[in-house]
């Protein structure tokens, strides 16, 4: 009869390897599902920026104000000129929402402390974007560009480019 003296080191090697290739699988699932939430935020708030741009140029006009809840998320809301909302997302409250400004040097995170709220509008002619407004330490400051917004979470990073001239939403 043969003694068995526990495992050789070619199945301990099976075994170990099997198990790396298990975790690295897991390792990529769980950053595909990361990265598709973040692509997912920013196509939805195009979505929306391009519905409130459509409505904006019919006799209505509307805007975008993007703020954060009591809960730490970020809210978009497509409102009429008459604030009544027919669009709303709500982000996910891992995910950073960043404006793209004209007359600043960075992008300024959306965050309920630094920039209470966002509102982005377009011209009721054209389509075109107009002055945006924002809401930082809560004063109101007018007069700059919002040049697009930027998603992030880890190390994933999705941009909304605008074009000022013709109000067209990009993502990059």
Known sequence: ??????????????VITIMALLV???????SVVINKRV??????TKD?????QQVAMSKNGSYVEISV??????IVKAKTDT????????IDDSIQVYAIVSNATNPILIDGDNADKLQI??????????????????????????????FVKGNKTVTLDFARQTGRVKVK
């Open 48 to 52: 929306i920026l391009q519905a409130a």
């Open 83 to 90: 604030s009544t909302v027919f669009e709303s997302l709500e």
């Open 1 to 14: 009869m043969k003694k068995n003296n526990g495992f050789s080191l070619v199945e301990l090697l099976v």
């Open 24 to 30: 690295g699988m897991l390792g990529v699932g769980i």
């Open 121 to 150: 509008t377009w011209k009721r002619e054209s389509g075109a974007f107009s002055e945006s407004t924002i809401l930082l330490n809560s004063v109101e400051t007018t007069g700059f560009f919002c040049d697009g917004l930027k």
């Open 39 to 44: 692509s997912t935020a920013a196509s939805n």
């Open 69 to 74: 809840n009591s809960e730490g998320k970020t």
